[in-house]
């Protein structure tokens, strides 16, 4: 059975840390996977890595595919409160995709 | 470019009522996708369509029917709603089958009591 992993569960920072949030996978077939970002409403795309694109950054979140560690991490460097969120990661797989039950992260001022 | 919209935003039902969610896309995408999402589990897929005159089954399409009525409309319907399905329901779309991103709707609040 197909599954994605994400850890931790539950992340408390205080504004200016880095934090670094998981995700590992087994799925049967993979073809991508993606980051999210859900606040209060629908989730938002981040970022998308293949096998050819196995980092990407944008500003100060940037994350990196492990494909012989089945896994992927998802970076904030210098955290703000409007980081908080729910952190979802993604693993496409025959024509669908694969969810985490996310990482809830939350910045303290 | 309005994106993908759902209808309603929020509703109440009472046990055996049926409904249908609505969602709408305009980015002529091919194939789209119903969700659902309750807390501390992430998003588990209804149905989807891969493409316009076809509809598949997800990991949880117990109570729940489709219809792809066009390339931009993907109806989920519920026939006799149960307290289980309330939750927060999310379509979404995208260009292909795979290696492209998911857009997502605004999501509809349903609760059944």
Redesign the interface.
Known sequence: EDKVVQSP?SLVVHEGDTVTLNCSYEVTNF??L?WYKQEK?????LF?L?SSGIEKKSGRLSSILDKKELSSILNITATQTGDSAIY?C?V?SN???I????TKLIIKP | NAGVTQTPKFQVLKTGQSMTLQCAQDMNHNSMYWYRQDPGMGLRLIYYSASEGTTDKGEVPNGYNVSRLNKREFSLRLESAAPSQTSVYFCASRWGTETYEQYFGPGTRLTVT
């Not at chain 1, 409403?41 to 795309?45: D, G, N, Q, V």
């Not at chain 1, 969810?99 to 996310?102: C, D, E, H, N, Q």
Request: proline share 5%.
């Open positions: 569960l073809r991508s993606l409403k629908a989730p938002t795309f998308m293949t979802l993604a496409d024509y669908q995709l969810w985490g039950a996310g």
